[in-house]
């Protein structure tokens, strides 16, 4: 069975850092590309970062360019989501999704920003 | 990037009802890499169509999938009180990726 488990979120400062992580299970998951999608409360779905199977290949939307980092550790079955110089509309709930077409999602984890 | 718009914002039908959601796009999405989503209230979204028109694992025929270019459609045959939730579409072909905003299905 396919499984997607984020973790890392919670309450930051404006300007702080946080580092998401999502464990893969069930599933080869170096053969895969990989993405973070968010949420913001009440609203809608928001493409943040993408990495390609090997790690060589990476792209984000521009809310998140020069402040988030997305990498992974195949040996480790791990996506992290690395997160700088937070905002407060970067308030949302952080998906991990599989392959370009998103086909499995984890439950998502909550990172608020707030002073 | 693709700026996707769905319509109508708000879709209110009945359970046995046809429903017609639409998903337009800013330009023509490469090679119809275009999904729909399912997304009820407190969970994750559901994959469930792709290529524009292949149905996802488990996903029931009254789902259907159509269009290319820049216009798209979901078609839910006959809606059963589990199908009324948010769904939206993305289109996965250009970077960035993009989703639209969203059509809401509501129980008339």
């Known amino acids: 069975e396919v499984q997607l488990v984020e973790s890392g979120g919670g309450l930051v400062q404006p300007g702080g850092s946080l580092r998401l992580s999502c464990s893969a299970s069930?599933?080869?998951?170096?053969?895969?590309?990989m993405h973070w999608v968010r949420q913001a409360p009440g609203k809608g779905l928001e493409y943040v970062s993408a990495?390609?199977?090997?790690?060589?290949?990476?792209f984000y939307a521009d809310s998140a360019k020069g402040r988030f980092t997305i990498s992974r550790d195949n040996s480790k079955n791990t996506l992290y989501l690395q997160m700088t110089s937070l905002r407060a509309e970067d308030t949302a709930v952080y998906y991990c999704?599989?392959?370009?077409?998103?086909?499995?999602w984890g439950q998502g984890t909550l990172v608020t920003v707030s002073s | 990037e693709i700026v996707l718009t769905q319509s109508p914002g708000t879709l209110s039908l009945s359970p046995g009802e046809r429903a017609t959601l639409s998903c337009r796009a800013s330009q023509s999405v490469t090679s119809n890499y275009l999904a729909w989503y399912q997304q009820k209230v407190g969970q994750a979204p559901r994959l469930l169509i792709y290529?524009?028109?292949s149905r996802a694992t488990g996903i029931p025929d009254r789902f259907t999938g159509s269009g290319s270019g820049t216009d798209f459609t979901l078609t839910i045959s006959r809606l059963e009180p589990e199908d009324f939730a948010v769904y939206y579409c993305q289109q996965y072909g250009s970077s960035p990726i993009t989703f639209g905003q969203g059509t809401r299905l509501e129980i008339k």
């Open positions: 990495i390609n199977n090997n790690g060589r290949d990476t």
């Open positions: 999704v599989r392959d370009w077409q998103g086909d499995y």
């Open positions: 290529g524009a028109s």
């Open positions: 069930g599933f080869t998951f170096s053969r895969y590309a």
